[in-house]
Nanobody, 121 residues
Framework: QVQLVESGGGLVQAGGSLRLSCAAS????????MAWFRQAPGKEREFVAA????????LAADSVKGRFTISRDNARNTVYLQMNSLKPEDTAVYYC??????????????WGKGTLVTVSS
């Protein structure tokens, strides 16, 4: 069965860095666009970044451009989110997502259970 398992969350001071990992199993990983979302306490879930299924092209939300970088290693069935220059407003539960084919906010097939990132001031 398909599983997406996030890891790497934790507590970090503002200005610090953290790398999240999402290990995928049970799906043809290279045929899926992979993405990260986040949800802060009391707020709606928001898109963070995505990386394409065939070209590897990446897309990031304006709030994280220049600070966060998404990447993938198809040989390891893993997608990463490198987070630099972290701000307190980045505090959220971060979720890994997988969509078959090209990227869209509609038709996301699978979700992970999330990993908590807390940025202190």
């Amino acid at each position: 069965q398909v599983q997406l398992v996030e890891s790497g969350g934790g507590l970090v001071q503002a200005g610090g860095s953290l790398r999240l990992s999402c290990a995928a199993s049970g799906l043809p990983f290279s045929f899926y666009t992979m993405a990260w979302f986040r949800q802060a306490p009391g707020k709606e879930r928001e898109f963070v970044a995505a990386i394409g299924w065939n070209t590897g092209g990446a897309l990031a939300a304006d709030s994280v451009k220049g600070r966060f970088t998404i990447s993938r290693d198809n040989a390891r069935n893993t997608v990463y989110l490198q987070m630099n220059s972290l701000k307190p407003e980045d505090t959220a539960v971060y979720y890994c997502a997988a969509r078959r084919g090209p990227w869209s906010l509609e038709g996301i097939n699978y979700w992970g259970k999330g990993t908590l990132v807390t940025v202190s001031s």
